[in-house]
Nanobody
Framework: QVQLVESGGGLVQAGDSLRLSCAAS????????MGWFRQAPGKEREFVAG????????DYADSVKGRFTISRDSAKNSVYLQMNSLKPEDTAIYYC???????????????????WGQGTQVTVSS
């Protein structure tokens, strides 16, 4: 089992920055890819960014490319999402998730991820 705990959400104004953190514990050696997803009220949970546990590859949704940066610290078993130039449409609950399958790359489907955190709220006011 892998446990994931997100932190760092909050209420900010448009144009501000936030840094989300996701701490992993348990069988972290089984993790291959970590992803950040978000879900706004009335909408489907969508892929935001992903990174291989080794840090060698990353991927971003078009809507956040150039504004968000995903990174990981293997020593701390943590993954981060630096969010700059935030927009009101970025308002959502943000979840981190772990995929334990190897050889499939960074997948954007939420169904590929086995372990999920509880989520952290990000609200961007205009």
């Amino acid at each position: 089992q892998v446990q994931l705990v997100e932190s760092g959400g909050g209420l900010v104004q448009a144009g501000d920055s936030l840094r989300l953190s996701c701490a992993a514990s348990g069988r972290t050696f089984s993790i291959y890819t970590m992803g950040w997803f978000r879900q706004a009220p009335g909408k489907e949970r969508e892929f935001v960014a992903g990174i291989t546990w080794s840090g060698s590859n990353s991927d971003y949704a078009d809507s956040v490319k150039g504004r968000f940066t995903i990174s990981r610290d293997s020593a701390k078993n943590s993954v981060y999402l630096q969010m700059n130039s935030l927009k009101p449409e970025d308002t959502a609950i943000y979840y981190c998730a772990a995929d334990v399958r190897r050889g499939v790359g960074i997948l954007r489907s939420r169904y590929a991820y086995v372990y999920w955190g509880q989520g952290t709220q990000v609200t961007v006011s205009s």
